[in-house]
């Protein structure tokens, strides 16, 4: 049934169907029995998928990734969904309006996205907000995580101040941190990823988090593109500033090995490439990872199936994320991953 609602949604702009798909669904959900009946139609229960990581217990392992939820609008629906974690943001600590539109595109013949959002956003402060009012409403045990960035016009030098920034703002409504320097979508970001650049960063976000009374996980998302070099450098310094984990990985500048005709692609311009292309190019660098550190590893990147995800977690994966799956997919993807993974 999905496959036809897919071929209809897939009519319009990607952009206004992610917004309508999921306003429709939030509409919906109000109403008492559709909501048991999407609640029984989604939700899995397979108690044995349980994962216990940094003092958290997830109810299990797939979770949502960055960019799907910004400003934290659909905890609910997500909840519903089965999700075991999403990963709200990234947010900055000022609101900012993202690149002009169109800036979302599919790739069907890849099941493929490329976008170059640019951290559209509502501010660190809105969504705070937001997800404190949905915890005080909700008993859940929905794991959020908050992915955190620097404003476009920040910069390089000053990065660290929006990081602390959006710390403070989320501490006491997240569940854990993940600090985004990979996304290909503002300029200068990922020069982030250097060494000395992330060293500045994330040891000021441990001196402030260790010294808190409830610290968080704090977690590094990286990018597919990163050399076995600079991989041995993240895994060095997560080390030295006792990250929690990693997430690998984020989208790609690649275009390498898509069939969609190459106007079409060259058309879309500048932007992060995600889904299927870059399956087997985040699982890479899951193993890489894996073989030189014990270091936890969120697995991001092209996971469509049980299938996927198995492959992730024996990589060396301990959670895995959809994000291009769950369009392509549609919303029972957590049921089905849930289903092959028990
Ligand atoms: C439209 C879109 C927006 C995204 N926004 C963010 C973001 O704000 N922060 C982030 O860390 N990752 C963002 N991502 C990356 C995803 O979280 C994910 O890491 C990536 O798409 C690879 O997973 P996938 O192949 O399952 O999509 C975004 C991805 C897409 C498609």
């Given amino acids: 049934m999905y496959t036809l ?124 907000i937001r997800v404190r009012k949905w915890r005080d409403n909700h008993a859940s045990n929905l794991i959020v995580g908050g992915n955190i960035g620097k404003n476009k016009d920040t910069p390089n030098e000053e990065a660290w101040k929006d990081y602390e920034s959006c710390f403070k703002t989320l501490r006491d409504t997240v569940d854990y941190f993940v600090v985004n320097v990979s996304s290909p979508n503002t300029p200068g970001l990922r020069a982030l990823q250097d060494k000395d650049a992330l060293l500045g960063i994330l040891s000021r976000l441990q001196d402030i988090n260790t010294g808190s009374a409830q610290p968080r996980p704090l977690l590094l998302k990286i990018a597919p593109d990163l050399t076995e070099g600079q991989l041995d450098d993240i895994i060095s310094l997560a080390a030295e500033v006792k990250l929690s984990g990693l997430v690998a990985t984020n989208t790609t500048i690649s275009r390498e090995g898509l069939r969609s005709p190459a106007a079409q692609v060259a058309g879309i311009g500048n932007g992060g490439l995600s889904g299927a292309p870059i399956r087997a190019l985040s699982q890479g660098v899951v193993e890489y990872i894996h073989r030189h550190s014990s270091v936890p590893i969120i697995g991001s990147g092209g996971i469509f199936t049980g299938q996927d995800a198995k492959a992730r977690l024996e990589a060396g994966a301990s959670l895995v994320q959809v994000w291009t799956g769950f369009i392509y997919e549609g919303p029972a993807i957590v049921k089905k991953i849930c289903d092959a993974l028990a």
Avoid: C
């Avoid at 990607?14 to 919906?28: L, N, P």
């Avoid at 029984?40 to 960019?67: D, I």
């Avoid at 934290?72 to 900012?96: M, N, S, W």
């Fill in 5 to 128: 609602l897919r071929q209809f949604l897939f009519k319009f702009p990607a952009e206004d169907v992610h917004h309508f798909a999921m306003g429709s669904f939030q509409t919906a959900g109000k109403i008492g029995p559709v909501r048991s009946l999407l609640q029984h139609s989604f939700t899995p229960a397979q108690p044995s998928l349980k994962r216990e990581m940094w003092g958290l217990t997830f109810r299990n392992p797939v979770g949502l990734g960055a960019g799907f939820d910004k400003n934290a609008l659909y905890l609910k629906e997500l909840d519903l969904l089965g999700f075991g974690f999403v990963e709200i943001g990234t947010v900055t600590p000022r609101p900012q309006p993202g690149n002009e539109k169109p800036r979302l595109f599919r790739l069907p013949q890849d099941k493929a996205l490329i976008n170059r959002m640019g951290f559209n956003n509502e501010g660190a402060e809105a969504t705070a």
